[in-house]
RNA sequence: GACUCGUUAGCUCAGCUGGUAGAGCAACGGCCUUUUAAGCCGUGGGUCCUGCGUUCGAGUCGCAGACGAGUCACCA
């Protein structure tokens, strides 16, 4: 591995620091006693509260001042500062703990725990006076230096690529990237607590399934080996937490994360969470008041408003939300009633409104298309839409008066839908007739057609109580409450291409080969990082390169012969 | 998968019609006992993403590739 200049600077002071006794990475706990939000918030001159505490953060700044310094310090509440004076951490003779240690040895990016008390400079900010200091880890790699003033930051860590592949830099250097994920737990939290009082049961449900079900989309595909048996990564879990309600539970939950072999943007990873949810004798009017409410609460739990700014948009979740049917939706936007046209009629009109078309779609595939150019992006505020076509939706119930359609609604939040629900299909001969159309049109290609899963049929036909079922995206709904602009600011590790590993072989390895180790350094620096690299390059171009990288850089070493050269590279 | 943009020091970025690679922060050596994007003096740090080509000469121009971002298609 190559270090850079900081690099070596770092392991070089981490060995100073263990030469002079100092255990860098000590082994025992460090009693914290309080940390910079409460001392921030709570602090009280006069009533000289926070005397003697103890507190461990990291090192984000310096300001060195001689025989005064000042460190800001950031433990998992924030930030605050310390005032680490020579005579204070050293009362005795010896002051090379401050010297040596604290000035020249300590970086930006170590964790050390302080013990002192709470004061107010004379600039008027609440600091820690540190008596005592202890080195809680070294730190052997730079950290990004980013420097706030009058909300203005100067030198943000911004570069997505290393944003998201060191999340944890990215945490530690970006506030407003740890507030995101605080709230997306406090978004799981308060779904979950709203579930739990209504006493539905959370349940797990496998994520190797050797059927893939419940959506349309590809799956990922693996392979056991002791059953020597072809699995899936499920695409939802709709299918189990159906049986488990066959099973006799009036509501069970799962929050999942489900797995899509498709393509990545800013609203798509491979793999996302959602909530599925479903509730014995209920059907979807049932459902979506729920959703209103949930949605609601989280919405007051998260930023203590229904409303929130979403790009340019002010969104509220305030109950109750619009609600259109898909045909009502569609006339609104476009003025054209399309509800009694057959697909002849259908196929002109999305022709008419420029909805690109194609022969194979039929009716309902058709009024998906429409809806989806004309309508869904202009639904910024929460709104359901109601009764899909039949031909969209193989799990759900057909409609109690609308031949033709579901009973199914999603929620469109800012253009996107966040939540997906049906009232549940619970006839078995009708399931059986859907799971056979959608092998038809597996047969004609359609590889997000549903499998056939026998072990479901059976379950509906033991019999499952009239039920809806939701499922809601937890990403999504992170997005929009966080106001972030790509699922990858929501998820922790967002998929990425993995990092190329480069192999490096030591210089040792060169040198016992006979060539002089000044030319091995330049030799790994022009890109020859194994040795074995070297065979796979002409001697001659080795040759010019070699001279022309001492040329240019000034090293005035002396250039190695041709022959010498063919002898590194075996020619 | 297609198109557009990007890749220069640890970080954020300049670098004009091709002519010896720059700044701020960070680092290093000094000075400084209440500072706060601390300050002052000094120093070091770069296969300019990779490869090929054009050229006397490429960070800069051309082609190919890698990685990332955005838009579109599929999808939650």
């Known amino acids: 591995m190559e270090l850079s200049e900081q690099e070596i600077i770092r392991r070089n002071s981490l060995q100073e620091i263990i030469s002079l006794g100092i255990n860098p990475y000590p082994a025992s706990k460090y009693e914290i006693t309080a940390n910079s939000e409460e001392i921030l918030k709570d602090f009280n001159a006069e009533k000289g509260n926070f005397q003697d505490?103890?507190?461990?953060?990291?090192?984000?700044?310096?300001?060195?001042?001689?025989?005064?310094?000042?460190?800001?310090?950031?433990?998992?509440?924030?930030?605050?500062?310390?005032?680490?004076?020579?005579?204070?951490?050293?009362?005795?003779?010896?002051?090379?703990?401050?010297?040596?240690?604290?000035?020249?040895?300590?970086?930006?990016?170590?964790?050390?725990?302080?013990?002192?008390?709470?004061?107010?400079?004379?600039?008027?900010?609440?600091?820690?006076?540190?008596?005592?200091?202890?080195?809680?880890?070294?730190?052997?790699?730079?950290?990004?230096?980013?420097?706030?003033?009058?909300?203005?930051?100067?030198?943000?860590?911004?570069?997505?690529?290393?944003?998201?592949?060191?999340r944890y830099i990215d945490l530690i250097v970006n506030p407003h990237v740890r507030e995101a994920f605080i709230k997306r737990t406090k978004l799981t939290n308060s779904m979950r607590e709203f579930l739990n009082s209504r006493s539905y049961l959370e349940v797990?449900?496998?994520?190797?399934?050797?059927?893939?079900?419940?959506?349309?989309?590809?799956?990922?595909?693996?392979?056991?080996?002791?059953?020597?048996?072809?699995?899936?990564?499920?695409?939802?879990?709709?299918?189990?937490?159906?049986?488990?309600?066959?099973?006799?539970?009036?509501?069970?939950?799962?929050?999942?994360?489900?797995?899509?072999?498709?393509?990545?943007?800013?609203?798509?990873?491979?793999?996302?969470?959602?909530?599925?949810?479903?509730?014995?004798?209920?059907?979807?009017?049932?459902?979506?008041?729920?959703?209103?409410?949930?949605?609601?609460?989280?919405?007051?739990?998260?930023?203590?408003?229904?409303?929130?700014?979403?790009?340019?948009?002010?969104?509220?979740?305030?109950?109750?939300?619009?609600?259109?049917?898909?045909?009502?939706?569609?006339?609104?936007?476009?003025g054209v009633d399309i509800s009694q046209m057959d697909e002849k009629q259908l196929f002109e009109t999305a022709r008419k409104l420029n909805v690109p078309v194609d022969e194979t779609m039929g009716k309902g595939k058709l009024i998906d298309e429409i809806f989806g150019e004309k309508c869904e992006g202009n639904l910024i505020q929460p709104t359901f839409i109601t009764d899909y076509p039949v031909e969209m939706s193989p799990l759900a119930k057909k409609h109690r008066s609308k031949a033709g359609l579901v009973e199914r609604f999603e929620a469109i939040v800012n253009g996107k839908e966040i939540c997906n629900a049906y009232s549940e299909l619970n006839d078995p001969l009708d399931q059986r007739e859907r799971f056979e159309q959608q092998l038809e049109l597996g047969k004609r290609g359609d590889e997000e057609a549903m499998m056939l899963d026998e072990d479901f049929l059976r379950s509906i036909e033991v019999g499952m109580p009239p039920t809806s079922g939701l499922g809601i995206g937890i990403d999504r709904l992170t997005m929009i409450m966080t106001n972030s602009a790509s699922i990858q600011d929501v998820i922790f590790f967002p998929q990425m291409r993995a990092e190329k590993k480069e192999q490096i072989d030591g210089k040792e390895i060169f040198i016992n080969a006979g060539i002089p180790e000044t030319w091995v350094q330049v030799l790994q620096t022009i890109g020859f990082k194994t040795f074995k690299s070297l065979s796979e390059q002409k001697a001659a171009k080795l040759h010019q390169d070699l001279c022309g990288y001492n040329k240019k850089n000034k090293l005035d070493l002396k250039n190695p012969s041709i022959d010498e050269v063919k002898k590194w590279t075996g020619e």
């Not at 509730?279 to 203590?304: G, Q, T």
């Open 53 to 166: 505490i103890s507190l461990a953060g990291r090192i984000m700044s310096r300001r060195m001042m001689g025989k005064a310094s000042f460190v800001e310090l950031q433990d998992s509440h924030g930030r605050i500062q310390a005032y680490v004076n020579r005579d204070f951490i050293c009362p005795g003779e010896d002051k090379e703990f401050y010297n040596t240690v604290f000035k020249r040895l300590l970086d930006i990016g170590d964790i050390i725990g302080v013990k002192g008390d709470v004061f107010i400079t004379q600039t008027g900010e609440t600091s820690i006076r540190v008596k005592e200091l202890t080195i809680l880890s070294k730190s052997i790699r730079p950290l990004p230096v980013v420097k706030e003033k009058d909300g203005v930051v100067y030198d943000a860590f911004t570069d997505p690529e290393q944003r998201y592949r060191q």
């Open 204 to 334: 797990e449900t496998p994520i190797l399934q050797p059927i893939h079900g419940g959506a349309a989309a590809r799956p990922f595909k693996t392979h056991h080996n002791t059953l020597d048996q072809t699995l899936y990564l499920r695409i939802a879990n709709e299918l189990y937490l159906k049986k488990l309600i066959v099973g006799g539970f009036d509501g069970v939950y799962e929050f999942a994360k489900d797995f899509r072999n498709e393509g990545m943007d800013r609203f798509h990873n491979p793999e996302f969470t959602q909530m599925e949810l479903y509730v014995a004798y209920k059907d979807y009017f049932w459902m979506m008041d729920l959703v209103e409410e949930m949605v609601e609460k989280i919405a007051l739990d998260l930023n203590k408003t229904t409303e929130i700014q979403v790009g340019e948009h002010l969104i509220n979740f305030k109950r109750p939300w619009k609600r259109f049917t898909m045909f009502e939706a569609i006339e609104h936007f476009t």
